[in-house]
């Protein structure tokens, strides 16, 4: 009775079965396809972009004159540094908080203009102090004012640019919408490196020339992106004072690293424009240009491992975490020794005008692989929301000691001592990334176990 009683069931089990197998790995091979097809747009948009940029630098770094690169690096450097400084990680918050609810479109429109709210204020702060400092440095190297204060509009107007192409281009990746991202600015690159071209024929190629384009050229992504980013947020009409202090809560424990770490960013850079000449100001800055050819996994970083550590299952965590640290590990390492052994191909990039810089490069390409994986940890930490006081509070303690005990001992008089600046800075941000994802795994684990409990 009890088998004839079980039969059917069993029967009408086996297709029930068949079904969900059927339905799961129709599931999974569309996954796949969609995780192929968002790898494949970023590696040609990125890969093409990342090309274009990196041809404009080198072709700048060529056809500019040691002078006139000294002061295009030096208000380069002042972009990136500012820029980290307006930001402060607000941007960043918008992938996290979001988290899994992306189709909520109103909620994604609130985070992002609460991140807009945040980055406009500290823009308003920064924009005088970063006017006077600016200058006060120009100053010292005794540049024409039309010039100082040329390349000052243009580091402002690049400031704020970029801001709305950051906060802007956050929902295109929440939904992998990489074409939208990339399009533009990759049309944008093309035109830039031919008006270069066109400037340099005609002999008007300088310092204030190549960032006032550059300055264009981020205008007008941010504004575009902003435009296709409209489909994919619901833009609230009005500042919401509850989303804009849950940013604030959430990024204020790792807004002094931010604050730090934006300094450190091109201090090397800073330090030699104040204690060194104008050759070693040119110089410290073509070797900054060689951290360009990282920038590609550095995005790759942000628009795709973040995402997806963010959404990862927590008993699937650690060894997706390992496995990124080791995969781009595994990556730096042939780069590091052909920069040690055949320096070469990498002088050739910078041009004639930095031939003697050979025993530099494979220094600089290590430290670039070093604060690459640790980026890499920094990024997939603040995908989880581990941001701890007690990470903020090593990360500044290392870089004030090691800094200081450099300047004291040696001094960034020299490029060569620059560099090495930059060296010995890179590994304490490994050291205190990589506390913080010890700790960030270690309290996943109480929690799990404390439920289970």
């Given at each position: 009775?009890?088998?004839?009683?079980?039969?059917?069931h069993t029967a009408e089990a086996r297709p029930v079965a068949n079904v969900n197998s059927s339905s799961a790995n129709t599931g999974r091979l569309a996954l796949g396809k969609r995780v192929l097809r968002i790898l494949g747009v970023f590696l040609i948009g990125q890969g093409t972009l990342q090309a274009l940029q990196i041809v404009?630098?080198?072709?700048?770094?060529?056809?500019?004159?040691?002078?006139?690169?000294?002061?295009?690096?030096?208000?380069?450097?002042?972009?990136?540094?500012?820029?980290?400084?307006?930001?402060?990680?607000?941007?960043?918050?918008?992938?996290?908080?979001?988290?899994?609810?992306?189709?909520?479109?109103?909620?994604?429109?609130?985070?992002?203009?609460?991140?807009?709210?945040?980055?406009?204020?500290?823009?308003?702060?920064?924009?005088?102090?970063?006017?006077?400092?600016?200058?006060?440095?120009?100053?010292?190297?005794?540049?024409?004012?039309?010039?100082?204060?040329?390349?000052?509009?243009?580091?402002?107007?690049?400031?704020?640019?970029?801001?709305?192409?950051?906060?802007?281009?956050?929902?295109?990746?929440?939904?992998?919408?990489?074409?939208?991202?990339?399009?533009?600015?990759?049309?944008?690159?093309?035109?830039?490196?031919?008006?270069?071209?066109?400037?340099?024929?005609?002999?008007?190629?300088?310092?204030?020339?190549?960032?006032?384009?550059?300055?264009?050229?981020?205008?007008?992504?941010?504004?575009?992106?902003?435009?296709?980013?409209?489909?994919?947020?619901?833009?609230?009409?009005?500042?919401?004072?509850?989303?804009?202090?849950?940013?604030?809560?959430?990024?204020?424990?790792?807004?002094?690293?931010?604050?730090?770490?934006?300094?450190?960013?091109?201090?090397?850079?800073?330090?030699?424009?104040?204690?060194?000449?104008?050759?070693?100001?040119?110089?410290?800055?073509?070797?900054?240009?060689?951290?360009?050819?990282?920038?590609?996994?550095?995005?790759?970083?942000?628009?795709?491992?973040?995402?997806?550590?963010?959404?990862?299952?927590?008993?699937?965590?650690?060894?997706?975490?390992?496995?990124?640290?080791?995969?781009?590990?595994?990556?730096?390492?042939?780069?590091?020794?052909?920069?040690?052994?055949?320096?070469?191909?990498?002088?050739?990039?910078?041009?004639?005008?930095?031939?003697?810089?050979?025993?530099?490069?494979?220094?600089?390409?290590?430290?670039?692989?070093?604060?690459?994986?640790?980026?890499?940890?920094?990024?997939?930490?603040?995908?989880?929301?581990?941001?701890?006081?007690?990470?903020?509070?090593?990360?500044?303690?290392?870089?004030?000691?090691?800094?200081?005990?450099?300047?004291?001992?040696?001094?960034?008089?020299?490029?060569?001592?620059?560099?090495?600046?930059?060296?010995?800075?890179?590994?304490?941000?490994?050291?205190?990334?990589?506390?913080?994802?010890?700790?960030?795994?270690?309290?996943?684990?109480?929690?799990?176990?404390?439920?289970?409990?």
């Open positions: 009775m009890l088998e004839d009683l079980n039969e059917p404009i630098g080198f072709f700048l770094l060529r056809k500019l004159s040691i002078e006139a690169y000294a002061q295009f690096g030096l208000a380069y450097g002042f972009q990136v540094t500012l820029g980290s400084l307006t930001d402060l990680g607000f941007t960043s918050t918008i992938v996290p908080l979001v988290g899994e609810h992306r189709d909520n479109r109103l909620l994604v429109g609130r985070y992002v203009r609460a991140a807009k709210h945040w980055r406009d204020r500290t823009f308003g702060f920064l924009a005088p102090i970063t006017a006077i400092c600016f200058l006060g440095i120009m100053y010292k190297h005794h540049w024409g004012w039309g010039l100082q204060l040329g390349l000052t509009l243009s580091v402002l107007i690049t400031l704020y640019s970029s801001g709305r192409l950051s906060y802007f281009s956050t929902p295109l990746f929440l939904f992998g919408r990489l074409k939208e991202y990339y399009a533009p600015q990759t049309l944008t690159a093309a035109v830039r490196l031919i008006a270069y071209v066109a400037c340099s024929a005609a002999g008007v190629l300088g310092a204030f020339v190549a960032a006032g384009l550059n300055s264009l050229a981020v205008t007008l992504n941010g504004l575009i992106v902003e435009k296709k980013a409209q489909p994919h947020m619901e833009w609230p009409e009005e500042d919401d004072p509850a989303t804009d202090q849950e940013v604030l809560r959430y990024i204020i424990p790792a807004m002094p690293a931010f604050i730090f770490s934006a300094f450190q960013a091109q201090i090397s850079l800073f330090l030699i424009s104040i204690f060194g000449g104008t050759v070693s100001v040119a110089e410290v800055a073509a070797l900054g240009k060689l951290g360009q050819l990282f920038g590609v996994l550095m995005t790759f970083n942000i628009m795709v491992i973040e995402p997806y550590i963010a959404r990862r299952r927590r008993d699937r965590l650690l060894p997706t975490y390992l496995g990124f640290i080791a995969l781009t590990i595994a990556i730096c390492i042939p780069v590091v020794l052909c920069a040690f052994a055949v320096p070469a191909p990498f002088l050739w990039l910078l041009g004639g005008n930095y031939k003697n810089l050979g025993p530099d490069v494979g220094w600089v390409v290590l430290s670039a692989c070093i604060s690459h994986v640790a980026g890499l940890i920094w990024i997939m930490n603040r995908s989880r929301k581990w941001l701890f006081w007690s990470g903020t509070i090593m990360e500044i303690a290392l870089l004030l000691t090691v800094q200081i005990t450099y300047l004291l001992l040696v001094g960034v008089h020299t490029t060569r001592q620059a560099v090495f600046f930059t060296f010995v800075s890179s590994f304490c941000y490994v050291v205190a990334h990589g506390y913080v994802g010890i700790v960030g795994f270690l309290k996943g684990s109480r929690v799990v176990h404390s439920s289970a409990a």
